[in-house]
């Protein structure tokens, strides 16, 4: 005997995440959340010998997770002599939204109506 379906049938979602995992992935650590974190509340690019001697991991960790970030384009680096110098990718605060935004468009709506919901405030 057949076992009886929910109603209604729900479909499976046939888009690829492929890219928005990716993206999600490489953030998806705590230090390079508080790697990003740090870099993003400076708002100048930061020393990776800042970054080593504030994070409870080694040199070799820290260059591991800034590679990871370099990678997958959320960190932009430039050498200034031995030291390489990191700052948060242009593009990045877009990419996040849109990769969260593709599976949960709220987010999406509820960040274009931010500035409108501040411009509000604002003229109170």
């Avoid at 057949?2 to 995440?17: A, G, N, Q, Y």
């Avoid at 993206?23 to 790697?35: G, H, M, S, T």
């Avoid at 990419?95 to 411009?119: C, H, K, M, N, Q």
């Amino acid at each position: 005997m057949p076992t009886p379906r929910c109603l209604p049938v729900t479909e499976v979602d046939p888009r690829d995440f492929t890219t928005q995992a990716d993206l999600l992935r490489a953030v998806a650590d705590p230090y390079r959340l508080k790697i990003l974190a740090t870099i993003a509340a400076a708002g100048q690019p930061v020393c990776v010998c800042d970054l080593t001697e504030g994070l409870p991991i080694g040199q070799s960790s820290v260059s591991h997770h800034l590679a990871i970030l370099r990678e997958a384009g959320i960190v932009t680096s430039d050498r200034r002599g031995t030291w390489a110098y990191y700052s948060i990718a242009p593009a990045l605060p877009a990419r996040l939204l849109a990769a969260i935004g593709a599976v949960l468009p709220e987010v999406t709506e509820l960040a274009s109506a931010a500035p409108r919901a501040v411009d509000r405030l604002r003229s109170c």
